[in-house]
């Protein structure tokens, strides 16, 4: 796009920092073989967010063949100025056409973002189904959590990544460039792809459903194609490429801060956490190179805060060192410290009083479970002893805003339990007003944070039904009704719609993908965003598509039956996650694995346990 067009372009569009590029650390590069598109379903703060695209960028433009260029879904209004001059979108580096690139990649973070990749590759004029694209067209791959359930975008794409993209990426490359040098066509390309671990090639596999519409199985084309795709498990995390020099944004991001990835992995075992199943097993970035990398960072950016970056801070085996650490290096220079993801049984107290004594900020913690026989349930290994321990110790130290995620509709629950977390805020805000003034804050800002249950692919709750809509809502009037007096509380709660919809296109099969094309043809696009979801798009087309969402949602899968996803191997296995189910059931919680091995991994223990 030339200068005059982008200029009067970002004249009349709200935010223009969303698409001008040119940022602190940004990567000019002009001159190389290759050129891979990083593109991020959604708009540039929440991109720009990601921790996962940022290195890969990094990873992808040290190699000396490979430019790599960044492009975000665009607002609504840059989409229709865009559309009215039939322009395509463009990167922000060069602000080239999307359809000039060699490879365009999307981050699969959350299901709500698919039809963003659909309205990305149509503004740019490149067709939406693999089989639609030519030996000229770009290659479409994908990457990213969403990835361990492919099918509902596997008509979309060419390649999908699973595991972790820092390995993934440079294979990519490598064996894409081989065959550019030797002439291969595409499909020759993509053979050589699958037989390496974590690339699925949705073309060569085919699902079967029967008679009545229930999915039997998936049916491998290629001979050379290996019957399960297996995750990619990166076994050095310490000595993996990382960011670089951080790119700095012009406008706020959604974490407008310096991203420290401490650990990946968790060994909590929390039934209903995807992430915590499918990014086993631990592996740890020694404090040395956390340390290192901080120093990098703070100089390259300019930053003053830290984010203490994994599934669950507290649980780093060297936690309270390296917070004091960076906060005794970086005191002269006002570097504060969050912990965005602490566990409320993490033994944290002198941590918090330094962290406080830096910058005034909130502290979140997740009992998920107002109930200790909930808690059991989805192996929310927390008391509320925990819990209380927990907000006196931020309540004594400074701290006077406290967020809680709870979660309704998990499996067994009653309104019993659905109380409990009305009454645990009761607790909680008695607690903090029975304190000295001199002592707490000067008032309480406690919010209850209420999402939906999503049964997730990989963790022992795959089976299992969502409530459906109006039970939600019931649930989430009755908790908002019992939350009515209580001093210093703010309820917030998730719209329900979204939540339905996120159920669908984690556990649906490869019958979505036309259900996903039919909504977004129907104007559906920045669903995750409450004023653009249009739910009739997608209703519209489900009835087209003579599927319903109730099939995805409120039905319970019997454990022996085949699901979508039963041909992507993440590694955990099933009997584990079928065993992790029944204990559910009977409320019997399963140890941490730092206490000793749980047996996810089956017979291949040694090849994942023990490389951390």
């Not at 840059?78 to 580096?93: D, T």
């Not at 596997?154 to 081989?178: K, R």
């Not at 049916?219 to 700095?248: F, H, M, Q, S």
């Not at 979660?407 to 909680?428: C, F, Q, V």
Request: proline share 4%.
């Amino acid at each position: 796009m030339d200068k005059n067009t982008l200029s009067e372009l970002l004249s009349k569009v709200e935010k223009p920092a969303r698409y001008i590029g040119g940022e602190l650390n940004m990567t000019s590069k002009t001159d190389a073989d290759y050129s891979f598109a990083l593109c991020f379903p959604d708009v540039y703060e929440i991109g720009m967010s990601h921790l996962g695209s940022r290195i890969l960028y990094n990873i992808l433009n040290k190699r000396t063949d490979t430019i790599c260029e960044r492009v975000y879904a665009p607002w609504i209004d840059m989409e229709k100025l865009l559309f009215e001059r039939s322009l395509p979108l463009f990167s922000l580096e060069t602000k080239r056409d999307l359809n000039k690139f060699n490879i365009i990649g999307f981050s699969l973070l959350y299901e709500m973002s698919y039809t963003g990749i659909l309205n990305m590759l149509d503004m740019s004029g490149i067709p939406l189904r693999s089989k639609d694209r030519g030996e000229e067209m770009p290659l479409i791959v994908c990457g990213g959590p969403c990835a361990c359930n492919p099918e509902p975008i596997a008509d979309f794409m060419d390649v999908v990544m699973i595991g972790d993209g820092e390995e993934l990426c440079d294979t990519l490359m490598d064996i894409y460039a081989d065959s550019k040098r030797r002439g291969l066509t595409k499909k020759e390309l993509l053979l050589m792809l699958s037989k390496h671990e974590g690339f699925y090639i949705p073309a060569f596999y085919e699902p079967i459903y029967s008679g009545s519409g229930n999915f039997l199985r998936i049916n491998k084309l290629e001979d050379e194609a290996p019957k399960k795709a297996k995750r990619c498990i990166l076994k050095n995390l310490d000595t993996a490429e990382y960011l670089g020099e951080l790119i700095v944004p012009y406008m706020s991001i959604v974490h407008d801060r310096v991203p420290l990835e401490i650990f990946r992995g968790c060994t909590r075992g929390c039934r209903f956490c995807q992430a915590g199943f499918i990014y086993r097993p631990v592996r740890e970035r020694k404090r040395e190179t956390l340390m290192k990398y901080a120093r990098e960072l703070i100089d390259h950016t300019g930053y003053d805060e830290i984010s203490l970056f994994s599934l669950s801070s507290g649980d780093y085996s060297e936690i309270h060192e390296l917070v004091h650490e960076i906060l005794d290096e970086f005191s002269d220079q006002d570097v504060s410290i969050s912990l965005p993801s602490l566990r409320v049984d993490s033994l944290l107290k002198e941590d918090l009083e330094r962290i406080q004594s830096i910058r005034k900020s909130g502290l979140t913690l997740a009992p998920e479970a107002g109930t200790q026989r909930l808690r059991d349930v989805i192996n929310k290994c927390v008391t509320e002893d925990d819990i209380m321990r927990s907000v006196s110790d931020a309540f004594e130290s400074g701290w006077h805003g406290v967020k809680l995620y709870f979660m309704l509709g998990l499996p067994t629950e009653t309104d019993e339990d659905i109380l409990a977390i009305a009454e645990l805020a009761r607790r909680i805000s008695r607690l903090f007003y029975s304190m000295p003034k001199e002592k707490r804050g000067k008032g309480l800002r406690l919010t209850v944070s209420v999402s939906s249950f999503v049964p997730k692919p990989f963790t022992p709750f795959q089976w299992v039904a969502q409530d459906d809509i109006e039970t939600i809502m019931r649930k989430q009037r009755l908790l908002k009704d019992a939350l009515k007096g209580i001093r210093g509380v703010e309820y917030q709660y998730h719209a329900v719609y979204t939540s339905e919809l996120e159920a669908v296109l984690a556990r649906g099969d490869r019958r979505i993908s036309n259900v996903i094309e039919g909504a977004y043809r129907r104007g559906a696009r920045l669903d995750s965003w409450d004023e653009c979801f249009k739910r009739e798009a997608y209703t519209d087309a489900f009835i087209e598509n003579g599927l319903t969402m109730e099939q995805y949602t409120t039905r319970v899968h019997s454990l022996d039956e085949p699901l979508p996803w039963d041909h992507i191997d993440m590694v955990v296995t099933k009997d584990y996650l079928i065993n992790e189910y029944k204990k559910a059931l009977n409320e019997i919680t399963t140890k941490d694995c730092r206490e000793g091995c749980n047996g996810c991994f089956g017979d291949r223990y040694a090849d994942y346990c023990k490389i951390q």
